[in-house]
């Protein structure tokens, strides 16, 4: 697989499609479109043009099958996420870890079964460290 890191970064829209692509570990474009039309209107033409564009950036590959191309990512959403994730508190936090926490908690979105759920995986986090 690639490294997600040497990968130009994903636009709203690419995001959606890859994680499409990612939950049905190979897809058509036909799939790609049904699932993002159900859910907020696309044209088909459009997932087309951002698919070839996301193979040419180098986050999708394809197979030809008889009834097509099949749409493969390159990069592990796990990856992507965490490379995502590091360049926004690299950028918007100016490297602060604490202030992306700061600002996730002072949303006020943070539920109590999430809030424990971050409280566990800290515990993780630690023991690991240990």
Request: glycine share 8%.
């Amino acid at each position: 697989m690639t490294d997600a890191g040497d990968l130009p970064a994903l636009s709203e829209t690419q995001w959606e499609i890859m994680n499409v692509i990612w939950e049905r570990g190979a897809c058509p474009v036909a799939d790609v479109w049904k699932t993002l039309n159900a859910k907020r209107g696309v044209s088909r033409n459009a997932i087309q043009t951002q698919i070839v564009r996301l193979e040419e950036k180098g986050w999708l590959t394809h197979t030809e099958t008889d009834n097509g191309f099949l749409y493969r990512p390159t990069v592990s959403r796990e990856e992507s996420q965490q490379t995502s994730v590091q360049k926004l508190i690299e950028t918007v936090f100016d490297g602060s870890l604490d202030g992306l926490v700061a600002t996730l908690l002072n949303g006020g979105s943070l539920s109590s079964g999430e809030a424990e759920r971050i409280r566990q995986r800290i515990s993780q986090a630690r023991r690991k460290k240990t």
